[in-house]
């Protein structure tokens, strides 16, 4: 079942949005080649909690942390340790806050320092596709419109698209229905309607769809050793156009 939040939620939620943006803001301003993965969720714990919020990714289906960070290869779901931020890298951070029982999500994939041009320019057609998508979920349109938005924008730059992982509803759960692939035909899939949010995140590789998860049974790589982008949102659909409750 689709949750539709009333007034109240959409408040809550749009607290626990903040608080997520701020987070990233904050590993932003303090990211610089040396770091290690787990300095990175350490900030983000630091800021969530700070806010009387709760890290809702701490424990999720077990996960070990409050972010999953990500370097280069691995698209999602990376457990924060001992890597090695060098320059060049780039890092997806994916986190997200409850606050007084509603989450939020998203994620920003950073370059550190100077990154390939090749790199730069994933990560700027990555976000361009998530903005591209948002820009369709308006009431009345099909979740297909969105998801095929993403594919169409990567597919035709030459991109390889995750197939296999997607965004989602979300709400008073991290992960609720729909489900939300970067992948689909317009025009087809759910009517959106207002009230609604959901969570869209393209996951986009350089190159080949391909990935798999590492033996530590989290890890999301991509085949090929390709590196990998990933963007995400909390979007909430309104009579007035989608509004992004992630916003930085
Ligand atoms: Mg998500």
Same mark, same amino acid.
């Given at each position: ?6 007034? /109240? ?6 607290? %626990?949005?903040?608080? !997520? *943006?701020?987070?990233?803001?904050? &590993?932003? @301003?303090? =990211? ?87 790199? /730069? ?6 976000? %361009?596709?998530?903005? !591209? *998508?948002?820009?369709?979920?308006? &009431?009345? @349109?099909? =979740? ?105």
């Amino acid at each position: 079942m689709i949750s539709i939040k009333s007034k /109240s939620d959409i408040e809550k939620m749009l607290e %626990a949005g903040k608080i !997520a *943006a701020e987070a990233l803001n904050t &590993v932003e @301003a303090k =990211l610089r080649p040396g770091m290690t993965t787990k300095d990175i969720d350490k900030i983000v714990h630091q800021v969530i909690v700070s806010h009387g919020a709760t890290p809702n990714f701490l424990g999720l289906y077990g996960f070990p942390a409050s972010a999953c960070v990500s370097v280069n290869e691995e698209v999602i779901h990376g457990i924060p340790g001992s890597r090695r931020l060098n320059e060049g890298d780039i890092v997806s951070v994916d986190l997200g806050a409850c606050y007084k029982g509603w989450n939020s999500d998203t994620c920003f994939t950073f370059p550190v320092g100077e990154v390939r041009p090749e790199i /730069s320019q994933l990560l700027t057609d990555t976000n %361009a596709s998530l903005y !591209a *998508a948002i820009e369709k979920a308006q &009431v009345g @349109a099909r =979740l297909g419109d969105v998801s095929h938005t993403v594919e169409d924008y990567c597919r035709s730059r030459g991109y390889g698209i995750v197939m296999n992982y997607c965004g989602h509803g979300i709400g008073k759960e991290v992960h609720e229905e729909p489900e939300v692939p970067n992948h689909g035909k317009a025009g087809h899939g759910i009517r959106l309607v207002e009230g609604m949010t959901i969570c869209i995140e393209p996951m986009i590789n350089l190159k080949g769809d391909g990935v798999h998860v590492m033996p530590n049974q989290w890890t999301v790589v991509t085949d090929n050793g390709c590196w990998s982008a990933h963007f995400e949102h909390m979007v909430l659909i309104t009579a007035n156009g989608p509004v992004i409750m992630t916003k930085r």
